[in-house]
């Protein structure tokens, strides 16, 4: 199976009334285990880049060949978007020339009017190329990259507005932020949800920060037109503590237990339970 863009497999899901998990990769790893997963479970997935991971993995070029391997050598038949998370302007040509799939324009952070005269450029260059658009309105907050929005809920108008450009699914804030929720937090704003939902009616909306939202209101928000969930942070937390249990039992001090294909096992296997977790959630199992 080579790479697809999102729009298919997310507009089967709005009419679905399931959702298509978007898990971020960071390395190998993380890239073969959510691969792994979707096969065996059967379920369509997008994975995410943000522009720090692609830097970190060397590049937008080593993405590409590295997720095309893996779809040839592990014989994925399963559809798979490779999607660039947050991009910026510049970061969504970069992604685009070097093979990307799927494209998130986050232009959220400027006013209306730029926000949708450089999403208009951007449908154009990446729709020239098969290759599905999400745009962002209403910044979400938390910290990603460095980047920190305030958690905003998007204007359902401006959303109406940027969804009438063109764009494949849609990004609105309401109340998620990325990272880990703080003790206070209000929780999802369904009502602007649904008004988001009632305006932009058939087009896909996407929920970011999904890693510790609780079960029920994510359940909610695809009830209500969420069809593509991110998720980064939890698969993080679930790396780094079956790798500290690996580490501080000494494993790693026993026999070979040293080699980095057993210090990764333990982290690569609580990847794979955190995504098939979510993909059954989500509802997508079964749908690819
Ligand atoms: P979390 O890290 O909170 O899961 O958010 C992921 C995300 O929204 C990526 O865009």
């Keep these: 199976m080579y790479l697809v863009s999102a729009t298919d497999m997310l507009q089967k899901a709005k009419a679905g009334h399931y959702a298509v998990g978007q898990f971020n990769i960071n390395n190998l790893e993380w890239t073969k285990a959510i691969l792994e997963t979707a096969e065996e479970l059967k379920s369509p997935v997008i994975l995410g880049v943000s522009e720090g991971a692609a830097k970190y993995m060397g590049g937008y070029n080593v993405v590409v060949n590295m997720v095309n391997g893996l779809l040839k050598d592990q014989n994925i038949s399963v559809p798979v978007a490779l999607h660039l998370d947050h991009g910026t302007f510049e970061g969504v040509y970069k992604a685009l020339n070097a093979g990307f799939s799927s494209i998130m324009f986050d232009g959220s952070h400027y006013g209306i009017e730029e926000n949708i005269e450089k999403t208009t450029q951007v449908i154009k260059d990446c729709h020239a190329k098969g290759v599905s658009v999400e745009a962002e309105v209403g910044a979400i907050g938390g910290e990603e990259d460095g980047v920190v929005g305030m958690g905003e809920c998007a204007d359902p108008d401006e959303c109406k507005q940027i969804a009438d450009l063109g764009v494949d699914f ?89 080699d980095p294909r057993k210090v990764l096992a333990p982290g690569y296997q609580a990847i794979k339970a955190t995504v098939k977790e979510k993909m059954e959630l989500f509802g997508s199992v079964g749908k690819a």
């Design 170 to 258: 849609l990004a609105a804030g309401i109340g998620n932020i990325h990272g880990v929720y703080p003790a206070n937090w209000a929780g999802l704003s369904f009502e602007t949800l649904d008004a988001i939902q009632q305006k932009t009616g058939i087009m896909p909306l996407v929920l970011h920060g999904g890693s510790g939202i609780p079960n029920e209101m994510v359940k909610k928000a695809i009830t209500l037109g969420v069809s593509k969930v991110n998720v980064n942070t939890e698969c993080q937390l679930a790396f780094a503590a079956a790798t500290r249990e690996y580490i501080e039992a000494g494993k790693d001090k026993v026999g070979k237990g040293f």
